[in-house]
């Protein structure tokens, strides 16, 4: 590899850096005489080695290095709209932190009841907060005292899934809304358990 490819790539880890939130792990990787020393600690630990950072991510060699135990080992799945900038904020982070999510284009393929049900009762906000409170629902003339029970959430969507809250995120048995967006990369890389 040439001067010039060694220097790209150091230019791009440190942007990722940047982006990513400065880390004690970011500053050790980012000298060219410890990315050897690096990958051969990675490569023994395996291709889910995972080292506390204090903020942030760090992505070096190969290997997503983050605070906890394996990002998204747990399946993970987002009700997404694409014109809506937090959903899409959404499912550029579960791509960034390289899991694998289910993304569901709620308006082409509705969650059923049973599901709206499950996502209400699993939800770490109340599960009015499932139901927009937006020029529709003013529309409609609904009350927002009627929608507090997952069951009544879970009816009123089912008839209008333009209702719906977005993004909501699941990862196992958890459910969010991601608002505020900061809500989405916490869910994804904090252990469960």
Known sequence: MGRHEVAVQMARRRRWERSAGWSLLGRWTGHPSRIGALSRILERLGPCAFVAAPRGLVRSIGFVVGVGSPIMSDPVR???????????HA???ADELGGEAEVIVYQATPPDRATLLWIANHLEDPPADLV?????????????????????VADLLTAWKMLLQRPVVIRGDRAIIGRPKERVRALLVKPIG
């Open 91 to 93: 499912v550029r982070i």
């Open 132 to 152: 927009r409170k937006d020029s529709l629902f003013k529309k409609l003339a609904l009350d927002e005292a009627d929608y507090v029970t997952p069951e009544a």
């Open 78 to 88: 987002i009700y997404h709209n694409p014109h809506c900038p937090s959903s899409v």
